[in-house]
Each structure stands twice: as structure tokens, then as C-alpha cells.
């Protein structure tokens, strides 16, 4: 992507996510139909964290899945949160003061240019923020320096059906009920429209996976949701 585009790009984002933070996690729930919370557990579950290690959870929002590492990891881990949106890093910090947890940094930064040394954390994670970056494989490819060897990284994103007429109802979905939901529960329309088209541009599962393997990442292992609308990606470094 030319680098005006992914500045483009950047600043469009930003402006989402600085938009619509107040009401990002009940939409979250409304859009999704509250599957978004029995994805997340499941690839939890998948990944089968490990007590006393170090992770690094990207374009972490509202803290959700900073949170559940944080629990994982237990009071000798260390799990940091990583946002470029201070508005849904506010958000993240007072969740973060109602828990006992005392395990978590939250950290305002680029997903595309890490501020830390390579071979830092057992893992990284980024759930449904790699679609809004500029540039996939230059986060892939940061979330591979950061990881130690043998660190997993773990991605949950939108995807993209292949089933004939759901497919055609999930993009019908996405491209015309979400922003009009986005509207009526948040007043942000165009930023959904925004949502719908990151969504559609998006790869699709196998597309991603050789992103994964052309970030350096090997044994990249994908599980879809509900007809592929969602899927994960686990690798090792």
C-alpha cells in the first residue's frame, strides 16, 4: 500500500475508534449478536496459556481479551495492552481499576511499529483490529520480531463465508443493517459504513494464513465460527 494510502488509512481509523469508544462494547454485543465473548473464550481455550508468561494483546480497544490474558497468566505473568485510540484506552483503565488484576500495563502505540525489543513475549494476540491497519503484514511481521522462539501468536477477525446465500446475507448484514444499527444505538453511521468496508476488504481465511507464513510464522493452525464469519489464526514463531 502506497504510503499516502496507509496514512489515509491511519487517520480514517483513528478517527473511528476516537468516535465511537463510548458505545464500542454494546455494539460490539448488538452486531455480533453477543458472539464476539464465545469466540474469544474458545480461542483462549485454544491457545492454553500458560502461568508466569508475557503477552502483548494489539489494537487491544476496550481491554476485553488484555483482561482474560491477564487472568491466564496469573500475578507472576505479564500482559500488556496495546492501543492507538487513547479514548478506548481510557475505557480499558477503568475496566482494568474494577479488577484486582496488577499484571497489566496498558500502553497507547502503533501496532505497526512496536515499541519493544525483539523477542520480548511468549504471545501476541490481536482480536478483531488487524482488518482496520494499514498494512497486515507489517504487523504479522512485528508481532513475529516481538515474540520469543516458540511464542505463539494468535489472531480473531472477521472472515469471510464461503457458503452460497449466507454469504450473500452476511454481506447484506454488514453492508446495510450494521451502519443503520451503528446510527440508531451510537450516532455513527459513516463509521460503521467504515466497519462494513474493512470487513469486506479484508482476506479471507487462507489468504491470511499465507500472510502468516510469509511473516515467518510456521504450524499456522485456522478455526472458523458460525459458517466462517469469523475465524482464528494460531502460529508459532
Same mark, same amino acid.
Given at each position: 500500500?502506497?504510503?499516502?494510502?496507509?496514512?489515509?488509512?491511519?487517520?480514517?481509523?483513528?478517527?473511528?475508534?476516537?468516535?465511537?469508544?463510548?458505545?464500542?462494547?454494546?455494539?460490539?454485543?448488538?452486531?455480533?449478536?453477543?458472539?464476539?465473548?464465545?469466540?474469544?473464550?474458545?480461542?483462549?481455550?485454544?491457545?492454553?496459556?500458560?502461568?508466569?508468561?508475557?503477552?502483548?494483546?494489539?489494537?487491544?480497544?476496550?481491554?476485553?481479551?488484555?483482561?482474560? @490474558?491477564?487472568?491466564?497468566?496469573?500475578?507472576? +505473568?505479564?500482559?500488556?495492552? *496495546?492501543? /492507538?485510540? !487513547? #479514548?478506548?484506552?481510557?475505557? %480499558?483503565?477503568?475496566?482494568?481499576?474494577?479488577?484486582? @488484576?496488577?499484571?497489566?500495563?496498558?500502553?497507547? +502505540?502503533?501496532?505497526?511499529? *512496536?515499541? /519493544?525489543? !525483539? #523477542?520480548?513475549?511468549?504471545? %501476541?494476540?490481536?482480536?478483531?483490529?488487524?482488518?482496520?491497519?494499514?498494512?497486515?503484514?507489517?504487523?504479522?511481521?512485528?508481532?513475529?520480531?516481538?515474540?520469543?522462539?516458540?511464542?505463539?501468536?494468535?489472531?480473531?477477525?472477521?472472515?469471510?463465508?464461503?457458503?452460497?446465500?449466507?454469504?450473500?446475507?452476511?454481506?447484506?448484514?454488514?453492508?446495510?443493517?450494521?451502519?443503520?444499527?451503528?446510527?440508531?444505538?451510537?450516532?455513527?453511521?459513516?463509521?460503521?459504513?467504515?466497519?462494513?468496508?474493512?470487513?469486506?476488504?479484508?482476506?479471507?481465511?487462507?489468504?491470511?494464513?499465507?500472510?502468516?507464513?510469509?511473516?515467518?510464522?510456521?504450524?499456522?493452525?485456522?478455526?472458523?465460527?458460525?459458517?466462517?464469519?469469523?475465524?482464528?489464526?494460531?502460529?508459532?514463531?
Amino acid at each position: 500500500m502506497p504510503i499516502d494510502e496507509m496514512k489515509s488509512k491511519h487517520e480514517k481509523v483513528h478517527h473511528v475508534f476516537q468516535t465511537i469508544y463510548k458505545k464500542y462494547d454494546f455494539m460490539n454485543s448488538l452486531i455480533s449478536f453477543n458472539r464476539h465473548k464465545s469466540w474469544r473464550k474458545r480461542t483462549m481455550q485454544l491457545m492454553n496459556v500458560k502461568k508466569g508468561r508475557t503477552a502483548i494483546d494489539l489494537c487491544c480497544g476496550t481491554g476485553d481479551w488484555t483482561l482474560a @490474558l491477564g487472568e491466564s497468566v496469573g500475578p507472576n +505473568g505479564h500482559v500488556v495492552g *496495546l492501543d /492507538f485510540s !487513547d #479514548n478506548m484506552l481510557e475505557v %480499558a483503565k477503568m475496566k482494568l481499576m474494577e479488577t484486582k @488484576l496488577q499484571n497489566i500495563e496498558l500502553k497507547q +502505540g502503533d501496532a505497526m511499529s *512496536l515499541p /519493544f525489543d !525483539d #523477542n520480548s513475549f511468549d504471545y %501476541a494476540t490481536i482480536g478483531f483490529g488487524l482488518r482496520n491497519v494499514p498494512d497486515y503484514l507489517t504487523v504479522l511481521k512485528e508481532m513475529f520480531r516481538v515474540l520469543k522462539p516458540g511464542g505463539m501468536a494468535v489472531c480473531l477477525e472477521t472472515s469471510q463465508p464461503t457458503l452460497p446465500v449466507y454469504k450473500q446475507m452476511y454481506f447484506f448484514y454488514f453492508k446495510n443493517i450494521m451502519p443503520v444499527l451503528g446510527k440508531i444505538f451510537a450516532g455513527s453511521y459513516k463509521e460503521y459504513v467504515w466497519l462494513n468496508e474493512s470487513t469486506q476488504n479484508f482476506p479471507d481465511k487462507q489468504k491470511l494464513a499465507e500472510l502468516f507464513n510469509e511473516a515467518g510464522f510456521r504450524d499456522v493452525e485456522i478455526t472458523s465460527f458460525m459458517g466462517g464469519i469469523a475465524a482464528v489464526h494460531k502460529a508459532k514463531k
